[in-house]
Protein backbone atom coordinates (compact mmCIF):
# COMPACT_ATOMS: atom_id res chain seq x y z
CA UNK A 1 0.00 0.00 0.00
CA UNK A 2 3.07 2.46 1.03
CA UNK A 3 5.35 1.03 -1.69
CA UNK A 4 7.00 3.88 -3.66
CA UNK A 5 4.84 6.53 -2.09
CA UNK A 6 6.15 9.99 -0.47
CA UNK A 7 4.99 10.37 3.22
CA UNK A 8 4.41 12.92 5.74
CA UNK A 9 4.13 12.16 9.46
CA UNK A 10 3.57 14.93 11.66
CA UNK A 11 4.71 14.21 15.47
CA UNK A 12 6.91 11.20 13.86
CA UNK A 13 9.26 11.15 16.85
CA UNK A 14 6.77 10.29 19.40
CA UNK A 15 5.75 6.43 20.48
CA UNK A 16 3.01 6.30 17.86
CA UNK A 17 4.85 8.65 15.00
CA UNK A 18 8.37 6.33 15.72
CA UNK A 19 6.36 3.29 15.58
CA UNK A 20 4.71 4.09 12.32
CA UNK A 21 7.51 5.11 10.77
CA UNK A 22 9.11 1.89 11.30
CA UNK A 23 5.86 0.07 9.88
CA UNK A 24 6.43 2.35 7.21
CA UNK A 25 9.65 1.76 6.33
CA UNK A 26 8.88 -2.19 6.00
CA UNK A 27 6.71 -1.17 3.00
CA UNK A 28 9.09 0.11 0.63
CA UNK A 29 8.00 3.92 0.57
CA UNK A 30 10.19 6.70 -1.65
CA UNK A 31 10.58 8.83 1.17
CA UNK A 32 8.96 9.78 4.79
CA UNK A 33 9.12 13.27 5.75
CA UNK A 34 9.18 13.67 9.53
CA UNK A 35 7.86 17.17 11.04
CA UNK A 36 8.62 17.19 15.22
CA UNK A 37 8.86 19.86 17.53
CA UNK A 38 10.13 17.33 20.39
CA UNK A 39 8.61 18.52 22.80
CA UNK A 40 7.61 15.52 24.07
CA UNK A 41 9.48 12.84 21.99
CA UNK A 42 13.29 12.37 21.37
CA UNK A 43 14.75 11.91 17.53
CA UNK A 44 16.34 9.31 18.57
CA UNK A 45 13.54 7.32 18.46
CA UNK A 46 13.04 7.23 14.28
CA UNK A 47 14.37 4.73 12.71
CA UNK A 48 17.40 5.32 10.80
CA UNK A 49 17.50 5.36 6.96
CA UNK A 50 18.18 7.14 3.71
CA UNK A 51 14.40 6.96 3.23
CA UNK A 52 13.96 9.18 6.24
CA UNK A 53 14.26 13.06 6.19
CA UNK A 54 13.35 15.04 10.08
CA UNK A 55 12.70 18.61 10.27
CA UNK A 56 12.85 19.85 13.28
CA UNK A 57 9.81 21.94 14.06
CA UNK A 58 6.33 22.98 14.76
CA UNK A 59 3.77 21.92 11.75
CA UNK A 60 2.05 25.09 13.33
CA UNK A 61 4.49 27.44 11.89
CA UNK A 62 3.46 28.70 8.66
CA UNK A 63 7.05 28.58 7.45
CA UNK A 64 7.90 24.89 8.33
CA UNK A 65 4.38 24.22 7.08
CA UNK A 66 4.86 25.58 3.27
CA UNK A 67 8.62 24.55 3.36
CA UNK A 68 7.46 21.12 3.56
CA UNK A 69 6.09 21.16 0.40
CA UNK A 70 2.07 19.57 -0.80
CA UNK A 71 3.70 16.78 -3.02
CA UNK A 72 2.53 13.76 -0.45
CA UNK A 73 0.73 10.57 -1.15
CA UNK A 74 -0.21 10.08 2.38
CA UNK A 75 -0.37 12.86 5.26
CA UNK A 76 -0.26 11.45 9.06
CA UNK A 77 -0.83 14.00 11.52
CA UNK A 78 -0.07 12.79 15.12
CA UNK A 79 0.92 16.32 16.53
CA UNK A 80 -0.51 16.57 19.91
CA UNK A 81 -0.03 17.81 23.15
CA UNK A 82 -0.09 14.02 24.87
CA UNK A 83 -2.69 12.96 28.10
CA UNK A 84 -5.41 15.64 28.74
CA UNK A 85 -3.51 18.20 31.16
CA UNK A 86 -3.44 20.71 28.93
CA UNK A 87 -6.83 20.42 28.40
CA UNK A 88 -7.45 21.64 32.09
CA UNK A 89 -4.70 23.74 33.08
CA UNK A 90 -4.65 25.86 29.70
CA UNK A 91 -7.39 24.92 27.37
CA UNK A 92 -6.71 27.63 24.79
CA UNK A 93 -3.23 26.56 24.14
CA UNK A 94 -4.21 23.28 23.78
CA UNK A 95 -7.19 24.23 21.41
CA UNK A 96 -4.84 25.83 19.39
CA UNK A 97 -1.98 22.96 19.13
CA UNK A 98 -4.69 20.54 18.60
CA UNK A 99 -7.50 21.66 17.13
CA UNK A 100 -6.09 24.40 14.74
CA UNK A 101 -3.13 22.94 13.99
CA UNK A 102 -5.57 20.18 12.14
CA UNK A 103 -7.49 22.71 10.36
CA UNK A 104 -4.31 24.63 8.96
CA UNK A 105 -2.59 21.13 7.54
CA UNK A 106 -6.45 20.28 5.84
CA UNK A 107 -6.31 23.80 4.65
CA UNK A 108 -2.87 23.28 3.23
CA UNK A 109 -3.80 20.00 1.76
CA UNK A 110 -7.39 20.15 0.28
CA UNK A 111 -6.77 21.04 -3.24
CA UNK A 112 -3.70 18.99 -3.13
CA UNK A 113 -5.02 15.82 -6.19
CA UNK A 114 -1.86 13.63 -5.55
CA UNK A 115 -3.34 12.43 -1.96
CA UNK A 116 -4.43 9.54 -2.04
CA UNK A 117 -8.39 9.14 -1.12
CA UNK A 118 -9.10 9.34 2.91
CA UNK A 119 -5.04 9.94 3.06
CA UNK A 120 -5.04 12.29 5.57
CA UNK A 121 -4.92 10.16 9.01
CA UNK A 122 -5.39 12.23 12.05
CA UNK A 123 -4.61 11.13 15.83
CA UNK A 124 -5.81 13.21 18.48
CA UNK A 125 -6.14 12.26 22.67
CA UNK A 126 -5.37 8.28 22.27
CA UNK A 127 -8.00 8.02 19.79
CA UNK A 128 -7.13 7.10 16.38
CA UNK A 129 -9.66 7.85 13.42
CA UNK A 130 -8.85 5.17 11.48
CA UNK A 131 -6.68 1.89 10.97
CA UNK A 132 -4.19 0.55 8.49
Given at each position: MFSNQKILVIGGAGFVGSNLCHRLLGENPDQIVVVDNLLSSEAFNLPVSNKIKFIYGSITSDVILNSV????????????????????????????????????????????TALKKNSILFCWMHCCSENF
Open positions: GKDFDYVFHLATYHGNQSSITNPLADHENNTFTTLKICEHFKEV
